[in-house]
């Protein structure tokens, strides 16, 4: 199951701990996962997704793959990436109108072949299914990746990214307690759910939440517990989710998704000047600043190690500049 995948990545990502940050808090240790630099146009979390979607949509004989997202969709970005590794067409359904000027993630997939339609007020491919049909008119036999990458199938990458981990902290003797990432549209945040059951790594989750809005009507937890679900079927568990098996910190999203305040500013800033490495502004900034917070009022217990898994963004920088620095 965690075999059926394509290579399209560079992993194991690397497993820093963080010395100079770890100094300003005395009582964790806090160490980052790298998945910032899993290649595809410059990184992040849906790489490791898309290498089990993908090796489907070649299963199945798929000549286009179609998937939506925001215009500074980083799933988007790395699914016309991968599309132009293997040559498989890539059409992406962005929200909003088209903008006069082409920047960020939305400049990369253009430079990447994609072929761009704006979908308005929708941005979670509400309207991927029309699109299709109107492809498949034109003779496409089309792979259909939903928002975010997020089903089981994506999940699987996340599985995987569990045993890539436990490696790692088996071979360098280190526990860790807690995991702080970015959750948005649940596949990751599922896939190390059954990864760490799979493969009994005694590590507690904090998911950040980033978007207050729900997916097709799903909130979150939801979407998370119906991937489980396919997953528990998969290993032929018996397991049953429900939304309240779903841990999620919603303390940070107040504002909405993709609106940059002190928050994100805050922590893009401190972990750029004390460690040299570059958090985006939509999900990174948020999930960091959020372990900061939990971190300063000790919210988790004290003496435990701390790993913030970073999922990519790097190109949003460009787009949010001003509202940045
Ligand atoms: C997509 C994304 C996430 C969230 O992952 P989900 O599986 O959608 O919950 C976090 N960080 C970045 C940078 C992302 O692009």
Same mark, same amino acid.
């Given at each position: 199951?965690?075999?059926?995948?394509?290579?399209?990545?560079?992993?194991?990502?690397?497993?820093?701990?963080?010395?100079?940050?770890?100094?300003?808090?005395?009582?964790?240790?806090?160490?980052? !996962?790298?998945?910032?630099?899993?290649?595809?146009?410059?990184?992040?979390?849906?790489?490791?997704?898309?290498?089990?979607?993908?090796?489907?949509?070649?299963?199945?004989?798929?000549?286009?793959?179609?998937?939506?997202?925001?215009?500074?969709?980083? =799933?988007?970005? +790395?699914?016309?990436?991968?599309?132009?590794?293997?040559?498989?067409?890539? =059409?992406?359904?962005?929200?909003?109108?088209?903008p006069t000027k082409y920047d960020g993630n939305l400049?990369?997939?253009?430079?990447?072949? $994609?072929?761009?339609?704006?979908?308005?007020?929708?941005?979670?491919?509400?309207?991927?299914?029309d699109y299709k049909k109107s492809l498949e008119t034109?003779?496409?036999?089309?792979?259909?990746?939903?928002?975010?990458?997020?089903?089981?199938?994506?999940?699987l990458g996340f599985v995987n990214a569990v045993k890539?981990?436990?490696? +790692?902290?088996?071979?360098?003797?280190?526990?860790?307690?807690?995991?702080?990432?970015?959750?948005?549209?649940?596949?990751?945040? $599922?896939?190390?759910?059954?990864?760490?059951?799979?493969?009994?790594?005694?590590? !507690?989750?904090?998911?950040?939440?980033?978007?207050?809005?729900?997916?097709?009507?799903?909130?979150?937890?939801?979407?998370?517990?119906?991937?489980?679900?396919?997953?528990?079927?998969?290993?032929?568990?018996?397991?049953?989710?429900?939304?309240?098996?779903?841990?999620?910190?919603?303390?940070?999203?107040?504002?909405?998704?993709?609106?940059?305040?002190?928050?994100?500013?805050?922590?893009?800033? &401190?972990?750029?000047?004390? &460690?040299?490495?570059?958090?985006?502004?939509?999900?990174?900034?948020?999930?960091?600043?959020?372990?900061?917070?939990?971190? +300063?009022?000790?919210?988790?217990?004290?003496?435990?190690?701390?790993?913030?898994?970073?999922?990519?963004?790097?190109?949003?920088?460009?787009?949010?500049? &001003?509202?940045?620095?």
């Amino acid at each position: 199951m965690v075999q059926n995948k394509i290579d399209l990545g560079f992993f194991p990502t690397p497993v820093q701990y963080l010395n100079r940050l770890s100094q300003e808090f005395p009582d964790y240790s806090i160490y980052i !996962k790298r998945d910032d630099n899993t290649g595809l146009a410059s990184g992040g979390n849906k790489t490791r997704k898309l290498e089990y979607l993908l090796k489907q949509a070649l299963d199945e004989q798929c000549n286009a793959v179609i998937t939506a997202g925001a215009q500074q969709s980083n =799933h988007c970005r +790395q699914t016309a990436a991968a599309c132009a590794m293997i040559g498989l067409e890539c =059409h992406l359904l962005l929200g909003g109108n088209e903008p006069t000027k082409y920047d960020g993630n939305l400049l990369l997939c253009k430079m990447l072949g $994609a072929t761009i339609s704006f979908t308005g007020e929708n941005r979670k491919g509400e309207t991927i299914a029309d699109y299709k049909k109107s492809l498949e008119t034109k003779k496409r036999k089309c792979f259909v990746i939903p928002y975010g990458g997020s089903n089981i199938t994506g999940a699987l990458g996340f599985v995987n990214a569990v045993k890539e981990l436990k490696a +790692q902290l088996i071979g360098n003797n280190l526990q860790i307690d807690y995991i702080f990432f970015a959750s948005s549209s649940g596949g990751m945040q $599922a896939g190390l759910m059954l990864g760490l059951e799979l493969y009994g790594l005694n590590t !507690k989750l904090v998911p950040i939440n980033i978007d207050k809005s729900e997916t097709n009507g799903i909130p979150l937890e939801e979407v998370v517990a119906n991937i489980l679900n396919d997953g528990a079927k998969l290993l032929n568990s018996s397991k049953n989710y429900g939304p309240h098996n779903i841990p999620l910190n919603k303390d940070y999203d107040s504002a909405g998704y993709g609106v940059v305040t002190d928050n994100e500013r805050y922590s893009i800033k &401190e972990l750029a000047v004390k &460690e040299g490495i570059l958090l985006d502004p939509v999900y990174t900034g948020r999930a960091f600043y959020g372990m900061l917070d939990c971190l +300063q009022n000790k919210r988790i217990k004290t003496n435990s190690n701390v790993l913030f898994w970073h999922t990519g963004g790097l190109p949003a920088i460009f787009k949010y500049a &001003e509202e940045i620095v």
